[in-house]
């Protein structure tokens, strides 16, 4: 086979293609993203809705309404947009004209071609349930015609705990992240974006490291100073005292002198948590927190180009950027992870160990272990 599938899903459905199996073609499309094109300008003047619009097959005459996955997504364009779909969703469209066909793929070595009677759509309903009842949040994906090597994927691979965590790619810069309506949803909810002026100052902020509270940043910069003065890690008691004393000595107020003492406390029970679970080893430490910035602003740049913030070149360059700020600040992936996830657990997690540190703390694990990982394959320096 002189084609490479982009993805999993794409060879999957090639090999089923290949042994004639449509019942084994169904089940791959129920557990996959699916993806509706619609010009953009029709998107934005009416954003509930979704037209899904019929096209002719020249070679067969046959009307069929057109799904992707997301391996077979055309080029990013400006103009032209994808929500997000899933079989279950396509099964409970209108499908009263007869003369319709699903097809997903059209024109590719992976098309497949549906049949959409009701007995035919109950069936995706069915395997689509089946699915959701076997998915996994984590997952490791990669493009195979996307990055794998370079100041690009090298960025790329700074953003992968997101990426593991929402099931999509690591080394994708392109059409979609997630559907156009969706992404331009959570970027506004989450944070205040609605523009391309938006973006650029959140991502200006994540770069200069200034989007996450700069308190964790000084504990940790008083013990590296520490550490280098005397050589070796300091004791508890003169890091806390030294951090919670130059503050004083500045004329902070007494709360922000007494939350600098638990927060190194609290920095210390995080690590001591990480080394039981291997974030860190034995005898680890985090040196920053700036990785958490870094690592979202790899996202953000992706996030922008799939809601159309911002244009490839842009987004390429942001993640890039990216990457550079993290090799200079650390000195391998695992303490890179340490920092993400110190950086993540401080501002979100208060001692829970609940969703921010399970999902940072899984994704760690696959990309440390897994043989295909970009961090096993992808030299720090």
Not at 83 to 95: F, I, Q, V, Y
Not at 191 to 219: F, M, V
Not at 331 to 350: I, K, P
Request: net charge negative; proline share 6%.
């Amino acid at each position: 086979m002189n084609w490479v599938p982009p993805t999993h899903v794409e060879r999957q459905l090639y090999e089923a293609g290949q042994r004639g199996d449509v019942h084994a073609q169904l089940r791959v499309l129920a557990a996959a993203e699916l993806f509706i094109g619609q010009a953009r300008h029709e998107v934005d003047a009416e954003a509930g809705i979704v037209r899904w619009r019929s096209a002719r097959d020249p070679m067969t005459g046959a009307w069929y309404r057109p799904l992707f996955t997301r391996g077979m997504l055309p080029p990013w364009h400006p103009d032209w947009v994808f929500h997000d779909a899933t079989l279950a969703w396509a099964a409970d469209d209108d499908w009263s004209d007869l003369r319709l066909w699903l097809a997903v793929n059209p024109g590719s070595p992976v098309a497949v071609h549906l049949r959409t009677s009701p007995e035919d759509r109950a069936l995706w309903r069915r395997l689509h349930a089946e699915a959701a009842e076997h998915s996994t949040d984590e997952r490791l994906t990669a493009l195979h015609t996307g990055p794998l090597f370079g100041p690009l994927a090298f960025g790329l691979a700074c953003g992968a705990h997101l990426a593991v965590s929402n099931g999509v790619p690591w080394n994708e810069v392109g059409t979609v992240y997630r559907g156009y309506n969706s992404q331009r949803r959570t970027l506004r909810e989450s944070w205040g974006i609605t523009d391309h002026g938006g973006w650029q100052r959140e991502t200006e902020a994540l770069l200069d490291y200034s989007n996450s509270p700069a308190e964790p940043e000084y504990a940790l910069r008083v013990r590296e100073q520490l550490r280098k003065g005397i050589g070796e890690l300091p004791p508890a008691d003169l890091w806390r005292e030294t951090a919670a004393g130059s503050l004083q000595d500045r004329g902070a107020p007494p709360a922000l002198v007494a939350k600098m003492e638990e927060l190194v406390r609290r920095i210390m029970r995080y690590e001591a948590r990480f080394r039981a679970d291997g974030l860190l080893p034995e005898d680890g430490w985090v040196t920053t927190a700036s990785a958490y910035d870094y690592g979202r602003a790899v996202n953000l740049a992706r996030w922008g180009l799939s809601a159309r913030y911002c244009h490839p070149q842009q987004a390429e360059q942001t993640i890039v950027h990216a990457g550079a700020l993290a090799k200079a600040a650390y000195s391998s992936w695992e303490s890179f992870s340490a920092g993400y996830t110190l950086g993540r657990v401080l501002r979100f997690d208060d001692e829970e160990y609940g969703c921010f540190y399970e999902s940072a703390l899984a994704a760690h694990r696959l990309l440390t272990d897994d043989e295909g990982s970009p961090w096993r394959n992808i030299p720090w320096r």
